[in-house]
């Protein structure tokens, strides 16, 4: 009867371990990230004007023309990193990998020897393509975010321009300076979801890559640090509103890897 | 009675009674006979155009020099004061007249100032002044006294041919439009309702963007005489968008007290023939002021035969790779090759709509497109072997990468890719500055600009874009094509969805065309008939490009048809008349308008001989009292011809196994026996050396529907110098 109950507690206790395991692997899992809780959202995209447009709903507005794609999604439970993936945590998974991409033109062009620069571990990692993020994210058990996702993520259910509400504030995000910061530099800006960084800072990759049969491209969110003057032909990577969005042709890597672009990851 | 009598060696210049009081002054020349009645509405009561003995007044109505209306009561005081001034100088003459007024009711004075030579042309100032006095209390005369309707009704009821036809060519919005008139004559020049017009489609529409304006034709074809209307100056916006207010402001005009106002300065030119000669003069005149330097830089030769282009946005997945990383450049080619006779030309459009993602501008993006600036030099090296020339863009208002220098900037690019040229993005014309940066890498590079440059950028820029907002109908010609022929402008629209009407005045025009069918990530793809279409329009421009690009070039050859259009490209040893039938669809046989018969008169040497490759159907020349015509036998299949006339080359003769084709005398090169694919493309079922003849027999043919087929000599740069058409049967 010892044997069977020292037996039987030492089986309890493995069972124990492993949910401990299980629930600290799935606290690691979700570590960083913030849940948000499902609903149906009411979607509404637009973006301005821009050739290579496919036949979104045309409408005329106070800012001009605009292509609108409006609908209701019905979006289940999900966690979003809080921040952007920042270079310590892409290192991280280099390290892990070994990952190298096929075509390696400007992958992480600004680190040095492998290594981030010198104080810039929670900066967002950047100069990757969507096939670097997609290893990443798949690295970690996490996907891109779908643009539904991540425009709730940013906006909640009020329709707000900005996380912040309507008005824009330069003091809340990083938006036409010199470069990227690390990330969470701007708490007041953060979103009903204490999301942060979901406008400027770096253009965040969405799951939404299309192939039209000519070319590849997807749409990037939130914006960046970079604003871009003087010519309206220049494409808009700078201000961004919560539901606006940029038509990204995916090129060639040494195109597609920038200094502006990063993502974050989602976990359904 | 005394008679003032000058006479000067050639204008005579004649005032009764005399010179200090006339009542009616008489000019003569060799050419012209004007008889102006000096009275209070400054008559002229005959205009004698000489070399065809022929009054261009109706006779017994005599006409104001100037005319004024405005809304008063007393209406029509005219002008009983006149201050009469002739002056002679050697063999030219001027007459001036200060024309006004007693009646205080009318405070304009008209000052007109006429040169005459020995010609049949009136060199005229006109100038209206306000010259109302001050102190005049009555409120409704002071009023109507600055505003007023000129006129130049003697100009405007000009009739030599009373119930003939009459026709106009006149800038109408920013293109020239030559339309008809229909009978009529302005019995009172007061009421503009007498001009009547049958609005139709214009007869042609010619487009020409920039000033120097193209002076307005009047043209009376049953006398073959015309009148030229170039207005140099005025301050007066003439209303030229409606044909009735082309020959005349019409319009009420402001003149202040005290201004004046210049009406018309200008030359009007009475002459035998129609509109073509006011188009050689004022072709003349553009030309004698053109610095053609650039034009005449040895390196710019090879460019001269480039007739189709292609652009594209970089990354579409016909030119780029994404699974290798490469470009597809030689693919590509070698399909448009098989598909259209392929791209001359292709521009590189790397940067934009990508540039202002972050801080790169164009000049660093190419350092990260597929192995860089090396890549995009292989890239030209290898449309250069398959004889494209290779366009870089050029953006000017990109300047995010703050370069002090982007001239500099852009022509070190142009000059480590080796490429042929530069596309200016948004720009209608360049600048000697960027020109000499370029210079520095490559004298020979083309500038290639968006827009249409004017007179003063056509010096610097060599080759634009002929980029109209959205393609008009048919007939329409590019004057600046038959103007300038050295500049080289492509045909180009982005978003029609047909573009046959655009390819149609390419090949009618005779001038290159840009296919553009990826706008920048924005797909308009062609159709299957488009790309048949442009083969064709393709393989004659090549086969034929000595005679297209010769400076001898005749746009709208007069016909005998209503509905044909025809152009002439005149080289020394091809001749080639493009055709367009502007009724082919609407045919009627009860009607019997068909495009059939006697088409055009032409001047051809004996020996000479006519086929339409186009159609691939022969054509016949009839001569009749030494003037030779182009007689069609049978109407063409579609509403495009295209006539060659070239010299008997090669002999060919029937046998009885099929034919022989020989060359009389030692002529190198290649004959070809062209057979047609289902798309009437050319397809070369045999050729061999010139000298060494070729046989060919029934079996050998791939003959066009109606039986025929194609025997051509090509010398050996490549060009078509003579064709035949060989009727083969069934």
Not at chain 2, 279 to 300: E, I, Q, T
Not at chain 2, 409 to 416: I, R, T
């Amino acid at each position: 009867m010892k044997q069977i109950s020292f037996k039987f507690f030492k089986t309890m206790l493995t069972m124990a371990g492993i949910c401990v395991a299980s629930y600290v692997s799935a606290q690691q899992a979700t570590s960083g990230m913030v849940l948000i809780k499902g609903t149906k959202f009411h979607y509404l995209q637009q973006n301005r004007w821009r050739e290579g447009l496919e036949l979104n709903q045309y409408k005329e507005g106070p800012l001009g023309d605009t292509y609108v794609e409006e609908y209701d999604v019905d979006l289940k439970d999900f966690y979003m990193d809080k921040t952007e993936v920042t270079n310590k945590q892409y290192k991280a998974f280099l390290d892990a990998t070994s990952y190298k991409p096929t075509f390696d033109q400007n992958f992480l062009k600004h680190w040095k020897n492998g290594m981030y620069p010198k104080g810039q571990e929670n900066y967002p990692v950047v100069y990757i393509d969507l096939d670097d993020a997609k290893a990443y994210a798949a690295w970690t058990g996490k996907q891109l975010p779908t643009e539904a996702e991540w425009q709730y993520a940013a906006q909640g259910n009020d329709g707000r321009l900005f996380p912040w509400g309507d008005r824009w504030d330069s003091t809340l995000a990083n938006v036409g300076s010199s470069g990227a910061k690390a990330v969470g530099s701007y708490p007041k800006g953060a979103s009903p979801f204490a999301v942060l960084d979901m406008t400027g800072n770096v253009a965040e990759m969405t799951d939404s890559f299309h192939d039209d049969g000519m070319h590849w491209f997807s749409y990037l969110r939130g914006g960046s640090w970079f604003q871009s003057y003087y010519s309206l032909w220049y494409t808009e990577n700078g201000l961004l509103t919560n539901n606006q969005r940029l038509k990204f042709w995916w090129l060639n890597p040494g195109y597609n890897r920038s200094e502006a672009i990063g993502f974050r990851c989602v976990k359904r | 009675m005394f008679i003032a009598c000058g006479v000067s060696a050639q204008v005579n210049i004649r005032a009764v009674p005399n010179e200090q009081n006339p009542k009616v002054i008489y000019i003569n020349n060799d050419s012209l006979s004007l008889t102006i009645q000096v009275n209070d509405r400054l008559e002229v009561s005959s205009l004698l155009y000489k070399p065809a003995n022929t009054e261009m007044l109706q006779a017994g109505k005599p006409m104001p020099l100037v005319s004024i209306d405005n809304n008063w009561t007393l209406n029509n005081v005219g002008f009983g004061l006149q201050e009469v001034t002739i002056k002679r100088s050697g063999t030219t003459a001027r007459l001036q007249i200060h024309a006004y007024s007693n009646y205080t009711e009318n405070p304009f004075h008209l000052l007109i100032d006429l040169g005459f030579d020995n010609s049949a042309s009136i060199a005229a100032d006109i100038k209206i002044t306000n010259q109302f006095k001050d102190g005049f209390s009555d409120l409704y005369r002071s009023e109507s006294s600055t505003s007023l309707v000129p006129g130049l009704p003697w100009l405007s009821s000009l009739q030599p041919d009373p119930g003939g036809e009459r026709r106009l060519l006149y800038k109408k919005g920013t293109n020239y439009v030559l339309e008809k008139y229909s009978e009529g004559v302005m019995a009172d020049y007061h009421s503009v309702d007498n001009w009547e017009r049958q609005p139709k489609a214009p007869v042609v529409d010619m487009q020409y963007y920039e000033d120097p304006a193209f002076p307005t034709v009047l043209e009376f074809p049953g006398k073959q005489i015309s009148v030229m209307v170039d207005r140099v100056q005025t301050d007066v916006k003439w209303n030229t968008s409606d044909i009735k207010e082309a020959l005349w402001p019409n319009m009420t005009i402001e003149i202040k007290k005290k201004d004046t106002v210049q009406v018309f300065k200008g030359t009007i030119k009475f002459f035998t023939g129609d509109w073509h000669q006011a188009f050689n003069w004022y072709r003349n005149k553009v030309r004698n002021a053109f610095d053609f330097s650039f034009y005449k830089r040895p390196g710019l030769a090879k460019y001269k035969k480039d007739f189709l282009a292609y652009h594209s946005f970089i990354f579409n997945h016909r030119l780029y790779d994404p699974t290798t990383n490469t470009y597809l450049v030689e693919n590509f080619l070698n399909n448009a090759k098989k598909e259209n006779g392929g791209f001359d030309q292709f521009y590189f459009w790397h940067a934009y709509p990508r540039v202002g993602v972050d801080s790169r501008d164009q000049f660093a993006l190419y350092e990260d497109l597929p192995g860089g600036l090396a890549g995009v030099k292989d890239f030209v090296d290898k449309a250069h072997k398959l004889n494209t020339h290779v366009y870089l863009a050029y953006n000017p208002w990109d300047v995010i990468g703050k370069r002090t220098d982007m001239y500099q900037a852009q022509a070190v690019v142009l000059g480590k890719v080796n490429a042929d040229g530069l596309l200016l993005d948004t720009e209608r014309k360049s600048n000697t500055k960027f020109r000499k940066a370029v210079d520095v890498y490559n004298p020979d590079a083309l500038f290639v600009t968006e827009g249409r440059p004017d007179l003063d950028g056509l010096e610097v820029t060599t080759t634009s874009w002929d980029h109209p907002r959205t393609s008009l109908p048919m007939p329409r010609i590019d004057l600046l094509r038959f103007i300038i022929p050295e500049h080289r402008a492509f045909q180009i629209q982005r978003w029609d969805r047909d573009r046959i009407p655009l390819i149609k005045k390419a090949f009618f025009n005779a001038t290159g065309l840009v296919v553009w069918d990826d706008v920048f990530g924005e797909v308009n793809l062609q159709s299957a008939d488009e790309k048949i279409l442009i083969h064709r329009y393709n393989t004659i421009m090549h086969d034929f490009s000595d005679a297209i690009i010769s400076a001898d070039v005749v746009p709208l050859i007069h016909t005998f048809k209503d509905e044909l259009f025809v152009n002439g490209f005149l080289g020394s040893d091809v001749k080639v008349f493009t055709l367009y039938q502007g009724n082919h669809a609407a045919v009627s046989h009860f009607f019997d308008n068909r495009i059939i018969g006697k088409l055009f008169n032409i001047n051809l040497p004996d020996n000479w001989h006519l086929t339409d490759v186009w159609n691939k159907r022969p054509v016949e020349i009839q001569e009749v009292q030494g003037i030779k015509s182009i007689f069609l036998p049978q109407e063409m299949p579609e509403d495009l011809g295209c006539l060659v006339a070239t010299p008997r080359l090669i002999k060919v003769d029937k046998t009885y196994e099929g034919w022989n084709v020989t060359t009389p005398g030692l002529i190198k090169g290649t004959i070809e026996l062209i057979g047609f694919d289902i798309s009437m493309r050319n397809e070369i079922t045999k050729s061999t050396e010139a000298l060494a003849g070729l046989s060919f027999s029934k079996n050998e043919c791939r003959q066009s529907a109606d039986g025929y087929v194609m025997v051509q000599y090509r010398n050996q740069e490549n060009e078509v110098k003579d064709v035949y058409l060989v009727k083969v049967g069934y």
